[in-house]
C-alpha cells in the first residue's frame, strides 16, 4: 500500500496495489459510471475535507499551496472519477466555497471537457451547481476577462447540449440554477432538497441590476432555450419546472422573448378532453389543466399576466368551468393561483359566488386549499358581507344549532359533527385500566390555516362558544402546536374581532401562561395575549408570570417575553407600571382621532391616502411596544495623564519580575 503523505504530497494511483481498491459509488442519476478509487486517495480526500471544513490557516499562502497540491492531486485522479464519488465531491465542494480567483480558473479548465456529463450526474452536479455561482459573483467582485471567457465558454457548451441536459433529472435542474444565477434573483418556488448539506449556500449572488458581461450570455442562454419546443416541453416531468423558472426570469428582465412564450402557452388551452370520470356534465376541459406537469407552468404564468391578460384568460377559459376545475384534484391548484392574484373585485365576487356553494364538496373531497383561497381573497376585495361563510361552512360540516360549541373543534379537525360526536363518546369509556380516556383534541394544518382566513376575516360568530369555551388543557395543546397556535395567535392579533370576544377566551387563557410561556409556539401566543388585553387580565398575567421569575427569565422563549411585556417595570411597582400603561393607551386614543380625522378630511376632499392604513399600523406598534425604562447614566471614565500611565506600568513590570522570581525559587 502506497504511505499516507502527511505533507499531501501528490501519489499516483498507478503506485497503489490493486487489491486496496474501493469503488467508486455510483450516485442514482442518470448515468451509469464505473471505476475504482484506491482506499489510499479516498482517506486523502476525506483527510483534506476535514482540514478545509475547519479553515485553520495561518495565512493566504498557506491555503494557497493547499489548493495547489489538492488540484494537482484532483488532475492526477481525474476530475470525472473523483466528482462521481460522494465523500471526494465534497471535498471538491469545500475547496471552492474560499478558493482563490486562481484555483476557480484551474477548476473551471478541468469542468469544461467533461461538463454535460458532470451536470447530469447525481454528486457531480451539486459541485457544477457551486461553480457557476462562485463564477459569476467573481464577475461581480473581481470582473476580468479570464473569468468572463471562462463563462462564456461553459454556457455556450451547456447551450450546445441543450436537449441531454432537459432530459436527465439533475440536468434540468441545473439549468434552473444557471438561470437564476445570471439573473441575480432566486426563484422562491424553485427550493431543491438537497440529499446532502448545502455547502457554499451564501454563495449566490442576488442583485436587482444584471451585469452587462452575464446579459450578454444570459441573452444567448433564453435564445437557445426558447428555440426548443415549449409545447412539448411543458409536458415534460423533467420540462415543466424549467419552464415555469423561465417564464418568472423572463418576466423580471422584461425579455423581449416573453410575449412569445406568453402566446405558445395561451394557445395551449385549445386541445381539450372529455375522457375523464366525474364531469362529464360539464363538457371538454382544456388537457393543460388537467395534467400535474402542465398545469405547474399554467400557474406561473398566471402569476405574471397583467391584470388585462388575466381578465381575458378567465373570461376565455375559466369563467363557465371554475366548479369542475376547483373540485379536480390537479386543477385545483391553478384555481387557488387565480384566487390569489384576482385582478379586480366584480371578478374576484363571480370567483368566490361559484365556489362557496360547493363548500362541502370541496372538503369531502380534501381540497381544503380552494376554501383557504377563498376566505383570503374576501378579505383582500373586501367581501366579507357578499357570502355568508360561516352559514355555509356549519352546514358543511352537519353542525345543527344547539351543537354550535363544537363547531370550531370540527373546523379544527376537519371531520363533521357525526364523526366528532362518535369520537367523544369513545372518549366516554373508560380504558383497560379503569382509568378515564382523555379528551384528545387533534388539529390540522388545513384546519388551521382555514380559521386563520375566517378570524381575518372577523368571522368569529358561531365559533365563538366553541373557541371561548376549550378547557384549559385544550387550550394549551392548540397553542404549543406549531400549526394550530397559528389560528390562535390570528384571533388574538385580528384587527376585526371585537374586544369583548378576545377578552372572554383570555379570562380561560390567563390561568395557563405560565405553561406556554417556556414553549416556542406558545410564549408567541402569551404575547398576543397581552397585546389583546385589558389593564386588569395584563396584571393578572404579570402576577402570574412574575411568580415564576426564575423559570421564565432562564428560559430562551420565556425571557424574550418577560423583556416585550416589561415586566421588570411591573415587578417595580404596580402603580407606574399602570400608569405608563393609561399613557400608552391615551396616545394610542389620540393618534387614532387624529388619523380618522385625516380620513374625513382626505374623503371630503376627494383625496385618498394608500398608506394611511400602513401608518396606522406602524404607529399603533410603535406605541404598544413601548417600554418604560429607568434612564441610566452612563459611567464615563476619567482620563488618565501620561504620568498615571507611566506609572501603572512601572507597577506591572515589577509585578512580573516578582512573579518570575517566585517561580525559580
Known amino acids: 500500500m502506497a504511505p499516507y503523505n502527511e505533507d499531501m504530497e501528490t501519489f499516483s494511483s498507478a503506485a497503489v496495489m490493486e487489491t486496496d481498491v474501493v469503488p467508486v459509488i455510483s450516485g442514482s442519476g442518470d448515468r451509469d459510471n464505473?471505476?475504482?478509487?484506491?482506499?489510499?486517495?479516498?482517506?486523502?480526500?476525506?483527510?483534506?475535507?476535514?482540514?478545509?471544513?475547519?479553515?485553520?490557516?495561518?495565512?493566504?499562502m498557506e491555503r494557497g499551496l493547499l489548493e495547489e497540491k489538492l488540484l494537482e492531486q484532483i488532475q492526477s485522479d481525474g476530475i470525472t472519477k473523483i466528482l462521481y464519488h460522494w465523500d471526494c465531491s465534497r471535498v471538491v465542494e469545500r475547496l471552492l466555497v474560499n478558493c482563490s480567483s486562481g484555483t476557480l480558473l484551474e477548476v473551471g479548465s478541468l469542468l469544461l471537457p467533461h461538463i454535460v456529463e458532470i451536470a447530469?450526474?447525481?454528486?457531480?452536479?451539486?459541485?457544477?451547481?457551486?461553480?457557476?455561482?462562485?463564477?459569476?459573483?467573481?464577475?461581480?467582485?473581481?470582473?476580468?476577462?479570464?473569468?468572463?471567457?471562462?463563462?462564456?465558454?461553459?454556457?455556450?457548451?451547456?447551450?450546445?447540449?441543450?436537449?441531454?441536459?432537459?432530459?436527465?433529472?439533475?440536468?434540468?435542474?441545473?439549468?434552473?440554477?444557471?438561470?437564476?444565477?445570471?439573473?441575480?434573483v432566486r426563484v422562491e418556488e424553485d427550493k431543491r432538497k438537497r440529499k446532502r448539506w448545502d455547502i457554499g449556500k451564501n454563495s449566490f449572488y442576488e442583485t436587482s441590476n444584471t451585469?452587462?458581461?452575464?446579459?450578454?450570455?444570459?441573452?444567448?442562454?433564453?435564445?437557445?432555450?426558447?428555440?426548443?419546443?415549449?409545447?412539448?416541453?411543458?409536458?415534460?416531468?423533467?420540462?415543466?419546472?424549467?419552464?415555469?423558472?423561465?417564464?418568472?426570469?423572463?418576466?423580471?428582465?422584461?425579455?423581449?422573448?416573453?410575449?412569445?412564450?406568453?402566446?405558445?402557452?395561451?394557445?395551449?388551452?385549445?386541445?381539450?378532453?372529455?375522457?375523464?370520470?366525474?364531469?362529464?356534465?360539464?363538457?371538454?376541459?382544456?388537457?393543460?389543466?388537467?395534467?400535474?406537469?402542465?398545469?405547474?407552468?399554467?400557474?406561473?404564468?398566471?402569476?405574471?399576466?397583467?391584470?388585462?391578460?388575466?381578465?381575458?384568460?378567465?373570461?376565455?377559459?375559466y369563467k363557465d368551468i371554475v366548479v369542475p376545475l376547483s373540485l379536480h384534484s390537479t386543477a385545483n391548484y391553478t384555481i387557488q393561483t387565480l384566487l390569489e392574484h384576482v385582478p379586480s373585485r366584480a371578478l374576484a365576487q363571480d370567483m368566490c359566488s361559484k365556489i362557496v356553494p360547493i363548500f362541502e364538496d370541496l372538503l369531502a373531497e380534501s381540497i381544503t386549499g380552494v376554501v383557504i383561497s377563498v376566505t383570503k381573497c374576501c378579505h383582500h376585495h373586501g367581501l366579507t358581507s357578499n357570502f355568508d361563510i360561516i352559514k355555509v361552512l356549519q352546514e358543511a360540516f352537519h353542525i345543527p344549532d344547539d351543537q354550535l360549541h363544537l363547531f370550531f373543534r370540527c373546523i379544527m379537525s376537519l371531520t363533521t359533527h357525526d364523526v366528532l360526536l362518535g369520537k367523544l363518546e369513545s372518549y366516554k369509556k373508560p380504558t383497560l385500566s379503569g382509568k378515564p380516556r382523555r379528551d384528545r383534541f387533534e388539529a390540522t394544518l388545513a384546519g388551521s390555516l382555514l380559521l386563520q382566513g375566517l378570524f381575518q376575516l372577523g368571522l368569529v360568530g358561531s365559533l365563538e362558544e366553541g373557541l371561548c369555551g376549550l378547557s384549559e388543557d385544550h387550550i394549551v395543546y392548540l397553542s404549543t402546536d406549531p400549526q394550530s397556535s397559528h389560528a390562535i395567535q390570528a384571533f388574538l392579533s385580528s384587527l376585526t374581532i371585537p374586544a369583548t370576544q378576545k377578552h372572554r377566551f383570555l379570562k380561560t387563557a390567563v390561568f395557563v401562561v405560565d405553561r406556554l410561556v417556556t414553549?416556542?409556539?406558545?410564549?408567541?401566543?402569551?404575547?398576543?395575549?397581552?397585546?389583546?388585553?385589558?389593564?386588569?387580565?395584563?396584571?393578572?398575567?404579570?402576577?402570574?408570570?412574575?411568580?415564576?421569575?426564575s423559570a421564565v427569565r432562564d428560559n430562551t422563549y420565556g425571557s424574550i417575553v418577560w423583556r416585550n411585556c416589561n415586566l421588570k417595570a411591573f415587578k417595580l411597582g404596580v402603580s407606574s407600571w399602570e400608569e405608563s400603561e393609561r399613557k400608552k393607551k391615551k396616545n394610542i386614543e389620540s393618534f387614532e382621532k387624529i388619523i380618522s380625522d385625516k380620513v374625513t378630511a382626505d374623503k371630503e376632499n376627494g383625496t385618498e391616502n394608500n398608506e394611511l392604513s400602513n401608518d396606522t399600523d406602524m404607529v399603533e406598534s410603535a406605541i404598544l411596544n413601548d417600554i418604560v425604562k429607568p434612564v441610566k447614566t452612563k459611567k464615563t471614565k476619567k482620563k488618565r495623564t501620561d504620568s498615571e500611565n507611566a506609572n501603572n506600568t512601572t507597577k506591572k513590570v515589577k509585578k512580573s519580575k516578582k512573579i518570575k522570581e517566585s517561580i525559580n525559587d
Open 34 to 60: 464505473t471505476g475504482e478509487l484506491p482506499k489510499s486517495i479516498l482517506d486523502y480526500y476525506i483527510n483534506i475535507e476535514k482540514v478545509l471544513e475547519r479553515e485553520e490557516f495561518d495565512n493566504d
Open 120 to 184: 447530469c450526474h447525481n454528486f457531480a452536479s451539486h459541485v457544477l451547481e457551486l461553480f457557476i455561482m462562485k463564477l459569476v459573483r467573481e464577475i461581480y467582485t473581481k470582473e476580468t476577462h479570464e473569468v468572463v471567457e471562462l463563462a462564456e465558454n461553459l454556457f455556450r457548451k451547456l447551450c450546445l447540449d441543450v436537449a441531454n441536459l432537459i432530459s436527465s433529472v439533475h440536468g434540468s435542474y441545473l439549468l434552473r440554477i444557471a438561470l437564476q444565477v445570471l439573473v441575480g
Open 211 to 317: 451585469h452587462p458581461s452575464l446579459k450578454k450570455i444570459l441573452h444567448k442562454f433564453t435564445k437557445r432555450l426558447v428555440k426548443i419546443d415549449v409545447g412539448d416541453l411543458m409536458w415534460s416531468e423533467k420540462g415543466a419546472p424549467l419552464l415555469s423558472v423561465l417564464l418568472i426570469l423572463l418576466h423580471r428582465t422584461n425579455n423581449k422573448s416573453l410575449p412569445n412564450l406568453k402566446s405558445v402557452i395561451s394557445s395551449s388551452f385549445d386541445k381539450k378532453v372529455t375522457d375523464y370520470q366525474g364531469f362529464e356534465q360539464f363538457g371538454s376541459l382544456p388537457a393543460v389543466l388537467l395534467d400535474s406537469k402542465a398545469s405547474y407552468v399554467v400557474q406561473s404564468f398566471i402569476k405574471i399576466c397583467s391584470k388585462e391578460e388575466l381578465e381575458d384568460l378567465y373570461n376565455q377559459q
Open 519 to 549: 414553549t416556542p409556539s406558545g410564549s408567541r401566543i402569551v404575547e398576543a395575549m397581552w397585546h389583546a388585553a385589558d389593564s386588569q387580565i395584563k396584571s393578572s398575567i404579570a402576577q402570574i408570570l412574575i411568580s415564576k421569575e
